[in-house]
Every structure is written in structure tokens, then in C-alpha cells.
């Protein structure tokens, strides 16, 4: 499918996002919980919390902004410890909005290729914060290519567009599954919980035509080619809320964006870039295993005179001492621009927990070097490649507690955290860009860094 499908499509139906923030106006505010950092790439100006006590998540509501972000990094805990921390997280934001007299709603921010516990969050949220009509199913990023049309998710090339189960994605150790369509998806990942005959499409013509009805469902799956597509979708959302619906949101990067009133725009500029990262070397931080960063980082290497320190995954695993890697990473740090990563062959256990238990170990040992460099060497910025990686780096190594986004450092992708404290962090999915984005993104951070 490709090229007679997209051609065959209605024209888009322009939702300018100043209209979305129109009818913002009065709307609960919107709790993102992020089960790993990179939901933050297409927005900018918005609150993250990498913790939620009282007084953390009661500073991101004082802040006024339309949504914030907690990054609760479910997405490397097994399902037990996933419940419990996203339990946690919503009966804190009810408690704190409630002492506020303030309303929030939930999104379920997570990987647009549809990795990740579902439907237990969203089952988790329905529970702690009260059963909704629906769960609004929107996994749609069309700046990296991940679109919706006729109820399957695609992975889309210019005008290719292949199935997203027929992608290396779709094989994830923890979290593969065999359904594109996301209605059989949605049964699937329930383990027929969910029957696909309780998921209802809401259509790219629908979207398009103007006169969008959100069907009675127990999920609602939006179609999503651009931008315009999830605002009218956001629209008919604010509308139905506002007549007493209410929803639980499952969702890409790119719905925040729309549900948030933004739109597009361009990456932060040389100057703004100069006011944010600090003067000296950039520390890389690389734990995704996808081949797309293997390829970004041989082509960053290529390009690029760094300093290459390697954990090697088997003798972490083994139980190897890290002082001598920590050392060596320190000093290099102080003269030239320096990679810390993971020998790039992938390890998996016997099973999805065994799996996981091995990557918690393998980035406990990666973040644990990185906390201990950025303090001995302070960087003037941390770039961390992959989403699990960037949530530890953010949580164990910088403790960010409170940040703000920045922007982007490509369009709608890769997004810049300003922490109210430490270095500036970079959030680099492992999954997106093509091969010679990260040497791009270095070459303007190293610029800035020297200006």
C-alpha cells in the first residue's frame, strides 16, 4: 500500500493550533505520563517532572501551562512495578489538583511504534482516576513517519508506507507483537480482554469532511497522516468533554502536541542554543540497541574526532568493575567531546522479564559511570541516545527533578531539556532520524559549546 492511497486521500482540512488553544480555554489541564523521556520532543515551553512528590507535581500545575509531563519510565519496568508506579503517579496528581481545586486529565504517552505496557496503564489510570468512556488510542507521529489510515499503523517512507508489524520494532524482545490493524492489536495485547469489536475507527475522511463524531467504544482508534488531522481529532475531543465525556489518552508524541494547542515549529536557533548549553565538551551517552543508532553512531564516528569509552555488556553482566571505564571516560572528557556506550551487541534473557531484568542492569551500570563523569568533569551538555536511556540519565545520573522543554534540535524531533539544575540533556530516541542526524545534532551542540 503506498502511493494510490495516499494519492486517493481528501485534501487536508487546515485546524490552525491557535483554534485548539481557543477552546483550551477552561479545559482541565493534561497529566502526560511518560513511560520513557522522548514524548517531549514535538513541544516546547512545558514543565517535566522526573519525580511526583506533592511539591514537585504542585510547582508544574503553579506553572499555568496546558499539559506537563511526568516521566514515570514504565517502559523498562516489568508489568507489576509499571502498575504500582503509574497508580502512584495519578492518585498524587488527583490529590494535589484536587487541594488546588483544579481538574486534570490523563495521557498515556508512549512509543509511537507501539512498544510499551498497554492496556495496563491505561487500565491502571481508568482505575485510580475513575472509569472512562474511552481510552482514545492515537499512536500517530507523522514527523517521523508513523501514520494511521484505515485503522492500521504504518510506517511511512515518502509515499511507501509499510505495515508497522513488518518492522524490526515489531520484534522487541519485551514488547513484539503480530497486528498492525490496531483494533486486532488492541485484542491482542489485551489477551482478548478487549475484543477488536469494541474498538471503533474514527477515519482520515471523517477527520477531513468536518463533521467528526467520536463513536460510544470502549477504545476509539484515531487515523492521523499530518498534524491537521490530530487537531480536529483534539477538537471533537474538547467538545465531547466539555458535553461530560471523559477520557483516558494512549497516545504518540505528536497528539500532546495538538491536545496542548501547539504546532510545529522550527528547531531552537544557534542563539538559543548558545544561551543553553555551556562552554567546554559534550558527553554521549548511547544504550539503544536499534540499528538505526548503531548506523547514527558509525556515521557520527566518521564524521566526528571523539573519544570512544565501551561498557562492555557481558562483563557488566558479569559483575566487571567500572572504575577504570569511569576514569578513562573523566579524562577524556576534560580535552575532546566523548562517546560512553554499550558494546552494541543486543543481550536478551530467555523470556520478557528476563529481558528486562538484564537491560535494568546494563543501564544501571551505564548511568551509574555517567552520574560520576558529569560530576568529576561537568559537561556542557549530555546527549543521551535511546529512550530508556535518556529517562535514567535524566533520573540517576543528573537528577533532574524539574526541567523545562526547550524545543526541538530537529524538526519535531530530539528535544532539549533545560533542568532548573545541572547540565542541559538532549533526548535522543534510539529509534528516529536517519543515519546522519546524530553527527548533525552533535556538530550544532559542539558549535555552541565553543561560541
Known amino acids: 500500500m503506498g502511493t494510490d492511497r495516499l494519492a486517493a486521500l481528501p485534501p487536508v482540512r487546515e485546524v490552525p493550533a491557535e483554534q485548539v488553544r481557543e477552546a483550551l480555554v477552561g479545559t482541565p489541564t493534561v497529566v502526560v505520563l511518560d513511560d520513557d523521556p522522548t514524548g517531549t520532543q514535538t513541544v516546547r515551553d512545558l514543565p517535566v517532572l522526573t519525580r511526583w512528590t506533592a511539591d514537585d507535581v504542585d510547582w508544574a500545575l503553579a506553572q499555568g501551562t496546558p499539559a ?30 484536587g487541594r488546588r481545586g483544579m481538574d486534570v486529565v490523563f495521557a498515556s ?58 518492522s524490526e520494532f515489531a520484534a522487541d524482545a519485551t514488547f513484539g507483537y503480530r497486528s498492525s490493524r490496531l483494533a486486532t492489536w488492541v485484542a491482542e495485547k489485551s489477551g482478548g480482554a478487549i475484543p477488536a469489536a469494541d474498538v471503533a475507527e474514527v477515519g ?87 540499528g538505526r543508532t548503531s548506523r547514527q553512531l558509525e556515521r557520527l564516528a566518521a564524521r566526528r574526532d571523539l573519544a570512544h569509552v565501551e561498557l562492555d555488556v557481558a562483563a557488566v553482566l558479569e559483575g566487571a568493575p567500572l572504575d577504570e571505564i569511569t576514569a578513562d571516560a573523566v579524562d577524556a572528557l576534560k580535552r575532546r567531546t566523548t562517546l560512553v556506550s554499550t ?87 534510539g529509534n528516529v532520524g536517519d543515519d546522519e542526524a546524530l553527527a548533525d545534532v552533535v556538530d550544532r551542540l559542539e558549535e555552541a559549546a565553543c561560541a
Open 343 to 429: 558494546s552494541r551487541t543486543l543481550v536478551t534473557g530467555r523470556d520478557e522479564a528476563e529481558s528486562l531484568a538484564i537491560a535494568r542492569r546494563v543501564s544501571a551500570a551505564l548511568t551509574g559511570v555517567v552520574r560520576q563523569v558529569v560530576h568529576a568533569a561537568e559537561p556542557a551538555y549530555v546527549l543521551a541516545k535511546g529512550g530508556i536511556t535518556s529517562s535514567d540519565v535524566a533520573t540517576e545520573s543528573l537528577r533532574a527533578d524539574r526541567a523545562w522543554v526547550r524545543g526541538s534540535m530537529l524538526p519535531g524531533l530530539v528535544s532539549l531539556w533545560a533542568p532548573t539544575s545541572g547540565p542541559p540533556l538532549v533526548v535522543f530516541p
Open 68 to 97: 506537563f509531563f511526568v516521566l514515570t519510565n514504565t517502559r523498562s519496568l516489568g508489568p507489576d512495578d509499571a502498575a504500582a508506579r503509574t497508580r502512584e503517579v495519578v492518585r498524587t496528581c488527583l490529590a494535589v489538583a
Open 109 to 166: 504517552r508512549s512509543d509511537s511504534t507501539l512498544r510499551g505496557h498497554f492496556p495496563l496503564e491505561t487500565d491502571v489510570i481508568a482505575r485510580a482516576a475513575g472509569a472512562p468512556d474511552a481510552v482514545i488510542l492515537a499512536p500517530a507521529f507523522p514527523d517521523a513517519g508513523r501514520v494511521t489510515l484505515d485503522g492500521v499503523h504504518w510506517l511511512r517512507d515518502g509515499d511507501r508506507l509499510t505495515p508497522v508489524a513488518d
Open 204 to 290: 482520515i475522511e471523517e477527520l477531513r469532511d468536518g463533521e467528526v463524531t467520536l463513536p460510544r467504544s470502549r477504545v476509539i482508534v484515531l487515523d492521523a497522516v499530518v498534524d491537521d488531522d490530530l487537531r480536529a481529532a483534539v477538537l471533537a475531543i474538547l467538545a465531547a468533554e466539555r458535553a461530560g465525556a471523559r477520557y483516558v489518552y494512549r497516545v504518540g508524541p505528536s497528539f500532546v502536541r495538538a491536545r496542548a494547542g501547539q504546532g510545529a515549529q522550527p528547531p531552537l536557533d544557534d542563539a538559543e542554543l548558545s544561551r543553553t548549553v555551556a562552554r567546554g565538551h559534550g558527553l554521549l551517552v548511547a544504550g539503544s540497541h536499534v
